[in-house]
């Protein structure tokens, strides 16, 4: 018979407060389930992490890559400003 079918942690806990013997084959079912479920919230949790991070890194790249052609669009225009202050200025001389 198993008594953590089904259960989650918090409901194992509220068991184990109240019947807990500890070194019984009871006690010991619970605490090995415990431990499994809190593995697998984690295991989870860093699934999660490794997707969040993918997504990251994609939004990363679109934003470098923008950035580049930002400054690519910045400099031609400096480019030009620096040419036109050029002719500008051997207009007047």
Not at 18 to 36: C, D, F, N
Not at 53 to 60: G, H, P, R
Request: one cysteine or more.
């Amino acid at each position: 018979m198993s008594y953590v079918a089904e259960k989650n942690k918090n409901e194992i806990l509220e068991a184990m407060a109240g019947t807990a013997q500890p070194g019984s084959a009871i006690h010991e079912q619970q605490k090995s389930a415990i431990l499994v479920r809190c593995t697998e919230d984690i295991e989870d949790a860093f699934q999660e992490l490794g997707s969040q991070l993918t997504e990251s890194v994609i939004a990363t790249e679109k934003m470098s890559n923008r950035i580049y052609w930002l400054n690519v669009v910045l400099a031609i225009a400096s480019l030009t400003g620096a040419i036109a202050t050029v002719v500008i200025a051997y207009k007047t001389v």
